[in-house]
Nanobody, 120 residues
Framework: QVQLVESGGGSVQPGGSLRLSCAASGFGAAYYAIGWFRQAPGKEREGVSCIRRTDGSTQYAVSVEGRFSISKDNAENTVYLQMNNLKPEDTAVYYC?????????????WGQGTQVTVSS
């Protein structure tokens, strides 16, 4: 059973940066993509970014494109989300997730999440 453990969340001021990490293990079955979604209180889950295992192609939500960058260290089975120029609306719990073909919506397994708070 896949296990995903997130780290790197915290509190930053607007315009600041954070890097989230996701340590992945236990891939007994193939997965199409791995990435991140977030959920703020009272809001729907939102796919943030994902990277496809087959070709390494990436996808981003419009709200974060140009500010966030996803990468994957295959040797370490770790996925990173570099978040720059953070805005208060980025405040949410961020979850690492495996995903299907539509990797910003088809979430299959996810971790416990890490809190990101952007506030002055």
């Amino acid at each position: 059973q896949v296990q995903l453990v997130e780290s790197g969340g915290g509190s930053v001021q607007p315009g600041g940066s954070l890097r989230l990490s996701c340590a992945a293990s236990g891939f007994g079955a193939a997965y199409y993509a791995i990435g991140w979604f977030r959920q703020a209180p009272g809001k729907e889950r939102e796919g943030v970014s994902c990277i496809r295992r087959t070709d390494g192609s990436t996808q981003y939500a419009v709200s974060v494109e140009g500010r966030f960058s996803i990468s994957k260290d295959n040797a370490e089975n770790t996925v990173y989300l570099q978040m720059n120029n953070l805005k208060p609306e980025d405040t949410a719990v961020y979850y690492c997730t495996t995903a299907g073909w539509h990797c910003l919506t088809d979430f299959t397994s996810w971790g416990q999440g890490t809190q990101v708070t952007v506030s002055s």
